[in-house]
């Protein structure tokens, strides 16, 4: 059996970093110049089979070798205490609860600097955000350079796993770390990317209030997680004399989060009773985002609590409601009107996870979004795409299911076979001519997978099982989002057409950036 350092070693080989684009060589630097050097970090096939293979060993070297890059370019764990976090996990939501959190804390503290990082998000820049902006083009070239450079400069390595350059997530972890602290802002939104004890966010020694949304166990299932497994990585955020605050979660997940709060140190554990907000408006759509809207309200009291900017009333406090009903997520639960195509309407959601999808089809199949009582039937265009690693036969059968059961709640006479008109199984590749918009590039898809369309082609399969009436002509295999909306734009209707984009957040920023909603969407 090998040991961690040769299964370090052989992991490295799968997944060199790529060093391309150095920075003494270039004349500019440009935001461009940093988004090519931060692609050439991104993980690939190849990284997260080893991951798969190690059976999540590699983990336990993160923080550590997380740390020594923190060394590397300059800062403490303890200069992270200076950002005031809320610390956010869990596998469904926390996008979600972070916005909302984000927004609530811009509206009770508005003369103050919020920050607010997110790990799934359609452009790199949306990823860190101030006071509910992307980060400005300039700033992010200047601090990433900064950030490059302190790592080229100081390649001394302590630990024998640590190579020269971080991967993506935790040079972005990185990135938003330096970038905050440089700016001096008052409150930080942290999403974790992955997990959560070994999460490349999980180096704040003293975060001001942790909090985990809802346990589920299909997005981590590659790993062969148990859910106690997944309450135990997402409980390792909560922190000593920190208080931890949950929804509530199935016994056994709850179980464990309950020891991890004991064991490690949480100045209490809190379960929320979710409050009445049947008569606010949320920002964001969807039934589902009742329970995040709640979490977000308990961690933003705990917080301005201890900021002493808090009375703690039991009301729900006016500025509150407005943040909730203000507050914004590109790409989820999102209805876009073409202000370019007349009749199209875009309805946008990177759901990516079998619980999300049907939370995406319960949204569109419902009054007022999808469905038109008592009006001509719209022609209908399901857009979707999933990564290799995923089950896309899993997603589309949950969702088709899913679909069912929404036009049966809404007692719609319409027939979940001829719901859609058209579907489309396209890759996320942004353009026909093979290239990516910079921000969306991906290295995940293997080569041969997309060279072949191998699983827009199963996706098809699929579909023609679960719908087997379905006419074999109305569905379409695509190498790319350009193909995709020039397809749609052959659609001839006296009807208004809606076009539903789901499945991958890399698919749904293609789709803006080809359809040109960018000004409208983002």
């Not at 990082?117 to 860190?128: A, G, K, P």
């Amino acid at each position: 059996m090998r040991g961690p350092t040769s299964l370090i070693s052989s992991f490295f080989r799968a997944f060199p970093i790529r060093l391309t684009y150095n920075s003494r060589e270039m004349s500019t630097r440009s935001y461009k110049d940093a988004v090519d050097h931060l692609n050439s970090l991104q993980s690939n096939a190849a990284v997260l089979e080893a991951v798969r293979s190690s059976g999540g060993r590699l983990s336990e070297f993160a923080i550590p070798e997380m740390l020594e890059y923190l060394d590397r370019i300059g800062y403490a764990p303890k200069d992270l205490n200076a950002l005031n976090v809320i610390h956010i996990t869990g596998t469904k939501g926390k996008g979600s609860t972070s916005a909302f959190a984000a927004s609530i804390l811009r509206h009770a503290l508005p003369n103050k600097k919020i920050g607010a990082i997110s790990f799934i998000s359609l452009e790199f820049r949306e990823r860190i955000r101030i006071n509910g902006a992307p980060i400005s083009e300039e700033l992010f070239s200047k601090y990433f350079f900064e950030i490059w450079d302190r790592l080229v400069a100081n390649d001394t390595r302590k630990e024998p796993s640590t190579t020269l350059m971080p991967g993506y997530f935790r040079f972005v972890t990185l990135l938003a770390f330096h970038a905050f602290l440089s700016l001096k802002v008052d409150a930080t939104v942290l999403e974790v990317g992955v997990g959560g004890t070994y999460d490349s966010t999980n180096v704040v020694p003293t975060p001001v209030v942790t909090g985990v949304t809802a346990l589920g166990i299909d997005h981590v299932a590659v790993l062969g997680n148990t859910l106690e497994e997944i309450a135990w990585q997402k409980g390792g955020i909560f922190k000593e004399g920190v208080p931890a605050i949950t929804v509530p979660q199935p016994e056994q997940g709850m179980r464990v989060l309950e020891q991890r709060a004991k064991e490690l140190k949480a100045s209490d554990f809190t379960v929320i009773s979710e409050p009445d907000l049947s008569g606010i408006e949320l920002g964001l759509a969807g039934k589902h985002q009742q329970q995040n809207a709640s979490l977000a309200i308990a961690l933003s009291r705990s917080f301005l609590k201890s900021q002493a900017t808090f009375s703690g009333e039991t009301a729900l406090p006016t500025a509150f409601i407005t943040a909730l009903k203000a507050t914004k997520w590109p790409g989820r639960c999102q209805t876009v009107v073409d202000p370019r195509r007349d009749g199209i309407t875009w309805y946008l959601d990177g759901a990516h996870t079998v619980e999300s999808l049907e939370c995406c089809i319960e949204w569109f199949a419902s009054l007022m979004v999808g469905l038109r009582p008592g009006r001509p039937k719209p022609v209908r265009v399901l857009v979707f795409n999933c990564t290799s690693g995923r089950s896309g036969p899993s997603f589309l059968g949950s969702m088709y299911l899913k679909l069912s059961a929404q036009l049966k709640l809404n007692q719609s006479p319409e027939s979940s076979e001829s719901f859609f008109d058209q579907v489309i199984f396209c890759t996320n590749v942004t353009y026909a001519d093979g290239h990516f918009k910079g921000d969306l590039t991906t290295l995940a898809i293997p080569e041969d997978d997309l060279a072949k369309l191998k699983t827009q082609h199963q996706l098809a399969t699929t579909w023609s099982t679960l719908v087997p009436s379905f006419p074999a002509s109305q569905i379409h295999v695509l190498p790319s989002v350009e193909h995709a909306v020039n397809e749609i734009g052959k659609i001839r209707s006296s009807e208004p057409i809606q076009v539903l984009v789901a499945g991958s957040l890399h698919l749904v920023g293609g789709m803006i950036e080809v359809s040109g909603l960018s000004d409208v969407a983002l």
